[in-house]
């Protein structure tokens, strides 16, 4: 991991639980793992405050740990750098819930993220005292809540493993894959008891079970978004609509998190499935000329490998992020340096090797200019130069040495994977300190606001709450109008960023060999 990922890592922490648990988590970050004493060492805080940091960043998934190899007494932490960033994606998580299981499911989503991690009856009876959705039914929230559970977008966490003989200090716990999605025994009347205050949670069979958002399945659908949307853009709905079906065709017999290519679908099961849940008559009518379409593309995302059975095809996750991925490092260039910098990028990837006489010619650039841009991306690192020497000297002259722009392609992506960390971090960074610097303000806008909605309740004269409203001055009010326009805009910066940052981290999964945070079950 980069010292900007460092750096971005903190400040979002810092953000989300204060500073003890950023400090304890930054000392985890600059180790592979560390024990107890070690991180108490290193921070100079108390035991007690490194304890009940460490229980927040193990409820949240954010810490693993397990017995040291040397003394099995001594547990050693570790943290799951990579899950940092989802802590930012909590609003994107909770709005893809809500879009397809509606206020219920966002309910729930809303209490998990908050609980970091509880028992389902724990959750639910949280929903049900949830002012608003009183009026929801203990039956609509199981059944919403068992839905999630077979649809992989909440997971069960590993149980504590109890034995009958004196065991380690270190708890254990039991990994089992086929357990992870069963569904728990969610006893309604017991529901009904401990919301009318008769019984406590405690009582319910279920409260050694743990569950938590499972990341993984939302960042399928991410993905899948993202594909789905550049066909659209390229070749129409219907054409979007065929992949969409061809996706979860291929999650039948295939590991959504395969690196380079899918498992092979037929053509028979393609059109059976079309056929049996679409309802376009033209993407019915004319499927054929989809799939040509989609196999045809320039963006690779459907490959056909064989003509068994009316064509047998794969999705080609590699060749669809490479060429998501430099479409955005495409439009990267385009924005900093202009459309001639990013024809000259395009020339020299397309071609892998090339002299700086022959890429004017090729780019058909000026040669002053051609110089220039290739100069200004060779410093920024998104181009890089190769030294080919012919044998010479002696009798025969000097060596001579051959330049020969070219574009490592996992060099430019981590490159900018990094500038956008980077500018994640300066962003936050920007937020808070706009916040920090106007806070009496803020505090002052919003006290206002909340007497003025009691007022309203209390149906007080709109001359008398006008007459309130003027506590704050004109230029009060335009300081505090420009201080909102731009954390709003720095907001959208960060909704932009981690976009860019999904998108290049698919890239480096399905594109490379280097290790990801993805995994099957988290």
Not at 71 to 82: D, M
Not at 136 to 147: A, G, H, K
Not at 482 to 499: F, Y
Request: charged content about 30%.
């Amino acid at each position: 991991m980069s010292a900007d990922y460092s750096h971005l890592s903190s400040a979002i922490l810092e953000q989300c639980f204060g500073k003890v648990v950023q400090a304890v988590a930054d000392c985890l970050f600059s180790a592979t793992t560390r024990t107890l004493g070690q991180i108490i060492s290193a921070t100079k805080f108390s035991r007690k405050e490194v304890a009940l940091a460490l229980a927040v960043l193990v409820k949240y998934r954010l810490v693993d740990f397990a017995a040291s190899k040397q003394n099995s007494f001594l547990a050693e932490y570790a943290l799951r750098r990579e899950d940092v960033l989802c802590l930012l994606r909590y609003p994107r998580y909770v709005h893809l819930v809500q879009a397809k299981y509606g206020n219920v499911g966002a309910s729930i989503a809303e209490e998990l993220i908050n609980s970091g991690s509880d028992s389902a009856s724990g959750i639910l009876i949280k929903c049900l005292n949830n002012g608003e959705n009183k009026a929801e039914s203990p039956e609509s929230y199981r059944t919403t809540f068992l839905q999630m559970v077979t649809d992989h977008y909440i997971i069960k966490r590993p149980e504590l493993l109890v034995g009958d003989e004196h065991d380690d200090n270190v708890p254990k716990f039991e990994t089992n894959e086929c357990d992870f999605f069963r569904h728990p025994n969610i006893d309604l009347q017991l529901l009904a008891k401990i919301r009318n205050g008769d019984a406590d949670v405690a009582e319910a069979r279920d409260n050694s079970m743990l569950w938590n958002l499972n990341y993984d399945r939302f960042h399928q659908d991410f993905r899948d978004t993202i594909m789905v949307e550049a066909i659209e853009r390229k070749l129409g709905e219907n054409a979007a609509e065929c992949f969409r079906y061809i996706l979860k065709i291929m999650y039948n017999t295939t590991d959504p998190w395969q690196r380079k290519v899918s498992n092979q679908i037929t053509f028979v099961e393609i059109k059976q499935a079309i056929e049996r849940k679409s309802n376009n008559l033209d993407l019915m009518k004319y499927m054929d000329q989809y799939i040509s379409l989609l196999t045809e593309d320039s963006l690779g995302f459907f490959r056909r490998v064989g003509d068994m059975g009316g064509g047998v095809y794969v999705v080609d996750m590699e060749h669809a992020f490479e060429s998501l991925a430099f479409a955005c490092v495409e439009s990267v260039i385009t924005e900093r340096f202009g459309s001639k910098a990013a024809r000259i990028f395009r020339v020299i990837r397309c071609k892998r090797y090339i002299e700086q006489e022959d890429l004017q010619k090729e780019a058909m650039i000026p040669s002053k200019e051609a110089k220039s841009l290739a100069y200004n991306l060779f410093q920024e690192q998104f181009i890089h130069v190769k030294i080919i020497k012919k044998p010479g000297g002696g009798s025969n002259g000097p060596a001579k040495a051959f330049y020969l722009f070219q574009v490592k392609e996992k060099d430019t992506v981590r490159m900018l994977l990094d500038a956008s960390y980077k500018s994640l971090y300066n962003t936050i960074e920007r937020s808070n300190f706009e916040k920090n610097e106007h806070k009496g303000l803020i505090e002052k806008s919003q006290r206002l606001d909340s007497i003025v909605e009691t007022m309203k309740e209390r149906g007080e004269t709109d001359e008398y709450i006008a007459e309130i409203g003027e506590t704050i001055t004109p230029p009060e009010c335009e300081i505090l109008n420009k201080v909102k326009n731009r954390i709003k805009t720095l907001l959208k910066a960060e909704l932009t960023l981690d976009d860019t940052i999904f998108l290049l981290q698919m890239y480096q999964h399905h594109c490379t060999s280097l290790p990801t945070g993805i995994r099957k079950f988290k």
